[in-house]
């Protein structure tokens, strides 16, 4: 038999075991979610026959571990959606077939030329074109690298998965961030820290032997929303994780991930020498120390030869770090770098430092600590910055070090998983909040120097890039514990390739993959997840409150906590309340943090009549009786935003009863039952917020405010366990 139609011939039988599969899981487990936006079910009639004409092979020669992921996701993709086989085909020659490669493993792309092009779209990017072959009409997905050919293959099935014409196309994308990372805050016992989807991804008791399938999917998701980067350990790191026996076990994972362009990262705890190396110092400026490391990066290199480089978080939180010895953060990051020059691996160094201070203000912190070495972190460092000043609150102003650290290359790391934000129980689409963080102007270079910019590297030329986002993904059947925060993911991986995509737009690809392609039922559920970021603020905190919680879990409203050692773990310290107003005064007269914004920024915020009112009680101490834009005073104002985020939640719920029928009956009552949880929380964060309150404003409740539910002393005497 010869090479084409042995190839051929295997195609067809892959081809059938997927269709066969897929039967199986249409009928099984179809709709548990586990398909993510990678569910390829048959698409409307009229969309197939139009679609069938266009897609009738794929034409994906060569041998690699990618090129058979193209492969494999093509056949089944295509197959699924059409409903009918899409076989592997050898020959480009055919109508509607769909030609996917490298000018290297494909002789049909060869032969059309286009490597300048392709070069200039790296080996990420790709092209996709309607061409002519002869007389067929065919499709061309190419790139310079199998990377971009395998993201251009799901860019193709995203179109047709988002009903988009295909028989006339002409795209070119390259992505705008280098690094497009999720961060796994994931210990070795198999818990996540702050993780609401059950347990870690990672089966290390059985790797390396056993490699749970799940692995590849994981990759696969990543790979349809271009994700290349995976930090797969807690921040918080436990030194083992660097052991010879662990890294074999990395190794397993990083070879699932390989050929979907994923790399691993790993946290370094920066004590390891001492744990693990047996010294008596992890002093970054010791001789042996600074060996250790060396030769401790050699052996990963040997054992993942593209490890991706250590994340780091360093004299935060009571982990060990440069400051234990008097050095400086840049003397750690500097000496770890060095570490991971000659393999060309990054030293991610976490901003996120904060000091026990009397008397100081934690948003001004990170600034403090790391703004004097701008200029002075090595090559292959990157300096990651949380999106706001203290700690992934549901609303916070921008991290004043995007606008002040032009020599070094900033990387901003938000929140998937939410932490603040309702656990993995409230509907929340954080694609808005944030295109608020990456819209803020910082002013840095004037106007125009937003945080998009700065991270894309357009603003001071930075020369890598890169964005983080903390995964909110487990072992739960559906990923991340909720339906709906699966968009969260998939958003996080389109903003990061191209952050200048609209949240409406990202909702409304990410609905129409995962939940229905009814216009009318599209347009409820994309205006439910836009307003819903908002609907959180009004009724957690609304107005530039902020760090209202429950300490510890983090879950529910505690604004009277104040019983923790550290002054800024206690919501007291945050809000400020007394029978004079609310909110913490970062002006002159305050801490003064506000210093650390460009004018005109720090002026628009430091003017209680300028400031945008959300954030007006994280930037100033305001009367209860303050005017606001609306004519009312602040606390009426304050209490009908908790209100109004209670009546958002109840609308939906409706509007979400009225989807039935439209969504499949597992998604919907599974996403029901979370929404009744959302309005008990809201409630309970409304009535217990407002009723403290009250005991310093000693107003009552406007009208249109609900009566609440139980007193005060019931909310604070409520018990959670986590
Ligand atoms: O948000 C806080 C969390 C910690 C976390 C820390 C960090 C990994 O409460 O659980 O630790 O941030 O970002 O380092």
């Known amino acids: ?31 548990d979610g586990y398909r993510l ?23 994906v020669p060569g041998n690699s571990h990618t090129l058979e992921a193209i492969r494999t996701e093509l056949v089944s993709g295509c197959t699924g959606l059409l409903g009918r086989p899409v076989p592997i085909s050898s020959d480009a020659h055919r109508d509607g077939a769909v030609i996917v490669g490298t000018p290297r493993s494909s002789p049909l792309i060869s032969g059309l030329r286009w490597e300048t092009q392709l070069a200039q779209l790296g080996p990420e990017g790709f092209r996709i074109r309607s061409l002519k072959v002869g007389t067929h009409p065919v499709t061309v997905i190419a790139s310079d690298g199998e990377i971009g050919a395998l993201y251009g293959a799901f ?77 797969l350990n807690n921040v918080n790191a436990d030194a083992q994780i660097l052991t010879a026996d662990y890294l074999r076990k990395v190794a397993a994972i990083a070879s699932v991930f390989r050929p979907y362009g994923v790399r691993v990262f790993l946290s370094a705890r920066f004590s390891a020498p001492i744990e ?49 010895y008097n ?24 901003a996120f430092v904060y000091d026990m201070k009397p008397g100081y203000d934690r948003a001004g912190a990170a600034y403090e600590n790391l703004q004097p070495f701008d200029g002075k972190f090595a090559a292959n460092v990157l300096l990651q910055v949380k999106n706001g000043p203290i700690d992934f609150q549901p609303r916070e102003p921008f991290h004043p070090l995007f606008g002040a650290m032009p020599k070094t290359q900033l990387m901003p790391e938000f929140q998937i998983t939410q932490e603040y934000l309702g656990f993995s129980n409230h509907l929340v689409f954080l694609a808005s909040m944030w295109r608020e963080v990456l819209d803020s102007d910082t002013y840095a270079k004037g106007p125009g120097s937003t945080i998009t910019k700065v991270t894309d590297g357009s603003l001071y030329s930075q020369r890598l890039t890169g964005i983080a986002g903390v995964a909110n993904t487990g072992s739960d059947r559906n990923w991340t514990g909720h339906h709906f925060l699966q968009a969260n ?48 603020v009004d009724y957690m905190t609304p107005l530039g409150l902020h760090h209202l919680m429950w300490g510890g879990h983090h879950y529910g409203p505690a604004p009277w906590w104040d019983t923790f050692e550290r002054d800024d773990w206690n919501p007291v310290y945050y809000h400020r309340a007394d029978e004079r107003g609310l909110g913490f005064d970062r002006t002159e007269t305050g ?27 994280w930037f100033h101490h305001v009367p209860w009786a303050h005017r606001m834009k609306s004519g009312r005073i602040m606390w009426d104002e304050l209490a009908l935003h908790y209100q109004r985020g209670v009546d958002w939640i109840r609308s939906t719920r409706k509007e979400w009863t009225a989807l039935a029928g439209v969504v499949d009956p597992e998604r919907y009552d599974q996403v029901a039952k979370k929404l009744a949880i959302q309005e008990r929380d809201a409630i309970w964060w409304r009535d217990a917020v407002l009723l403290y309150f009250q005991t310093f404003s000693k ?24």
């Open 1 to 31: 038999m010869s090479q084409g139609s042995n190839r051929s011939l295997r195609g067809f039988i892959v081809c059938l075991a997927i269709a066969l599969q897929l039967f199986i899981g249409a009928t099984a487990e179809a709709d």
């Open 489 to 536: 993911w998939y958003a996080f991986g389109r903003l990061a390739w191209n952050p200048d995509l609209n949240s409406r737009q990202i909702a409304e690809e990410w609905i129409k993959m995962t939940f229905t392609r009814d216009p009318r039922a599209t347009g409820t559920i994309a205006r439910i997840m836009l307003e819903s970021h908002q609907a959180l």
């Open 591 to 617: 801490s003064n943090t506000l210093s650390q914004y460009h004018r005109p920024v720090r002026d628009r915020f430091e003017n209680p009549a300028t400031c945008p009112e959300e954030f007006l009680l």
């Open 155 to 231: 860019h193709f099935l995203r179109l047709m998965q988002t009903l988009q014409p295909i028989n006339n196309l002409d795209v070119t994308q390259k992505p705008r961030i280098q690094l497009r990372m999720l961060d796994h805050w994931d210990n070795l016992d198999g818990s996540i820290e702050r993780g609401y989807a059950g347990r870690s991804l990672w089966n290390w008791s059985a790797l390396p032997g056993t490699i749970d399938p799940r692995l590849r999917d994981y990759a696969r998701a990543n790979a349809s929303i271009a994700i290349n980067g995976s930090l």
């Open 276 to 324: 693990l190396g047996g010294l008596k110092t992890a002093d970054p400026l010791d001789a042996e120390v600074a060996m250790w490391w060396k030769k401790k990066a050699d052996e990963i290199f040997e054992f993942i030869h593209d490890f991706g480089g250590f994340v780091v978080k360093a004299n935060s939180e009571g982990q060990p770090g440069p400051r234990t």
């Open 37 to 59: 936006w990678l569910r390829y079910d048959p698409l409307p009639t009229r969309m197939i026959t139009v679609y069938r004409q266009r897609v009738t092979s794929a034409v």
């Open 699 to 722: 107003r009552p409740l406007p009208a249109g405010v609900e009566k609440p539910a139980k007193t005060l002393e019931e909310y604070k005497a409520k018990s959670l366990v986590w």
């Open 327 to 350: 050095r400086t953060h840049v003397d750690g990051a500097n000496m770890l770098a060095a570490a991971m020059a000659p393999h060309n691996g990054l030293v991610i160094w976490r």
